[in-house]
């Protein structure tokens, strides 16, 4: 199989790991991401040629020289699926111009609305039959860069950094 990409922001937050702690989401979902696998993704792109590869790499540095860091504010949950057991589990920000701005100069005409968030379970488990506790972990998370990510599935992390782009940084 080949390799497999994608542009996200990484998130780092105290406060988000208590609150997904204080969840035991593992009770509800089958995979729960660990704190150095949060993310809030901008593209996925799949398979990549080296070509392509080496083409984002650039596209990517330029993005990034002509931008600072942003601020996200993550507000609320995000639940994708149906209500009673939903398949993914997650944070979502606050939208802002900065993000959004961001998101349209990775992906110009993307093929389905930009909804970001940051996920932090999913798998709904079938033998489970109640809802993980509601809550909101109305945190601020500071981000410098983007990160070129590479899918790893069989490892640990799984999600493996390809590339660092500072912001502000050429």
Known sequence: MDAHYFIALPIADEQLIQFATTL???????????????????RFLGALTETELADW?????????????????????????????PRVFAVGP???????????????????PFLPHVTLAKKWRQ???????????ASYVDVNEIILYKI?????????VDTRFQFGKK
Not at 25 to 35: A, D, M, N
């Open 57 to 85: 790499r650039t596209r990517l540095l330029d993005i990034v020289e002509t931008m600072q860091g942003l601020t996200l504010h993550l507000d609320h949950l995000e639940r994708f699926g149906l209500a009673e057991r």
């Open 152 to 160: 790893c599935p069989t490892s640990r992390p799984r999600y493996q």
């Open 24 to 42: 035991q989401l593992e009770q509800y979902y089958k995979t729960v991401y660990e704190p150095g696998e949060y993310h809030l993704t901008l």
């Open 127 to 137: 033998e489970v039959t109640l809802l993980p506790p509601e809550g909101i972990p």
């Open 94 to 112: 606050s939208l802002n111009n900065q993000l959004l701005q961001l998101a349209q100069k990775i992906d110009p005409t993307p093929h389905q």
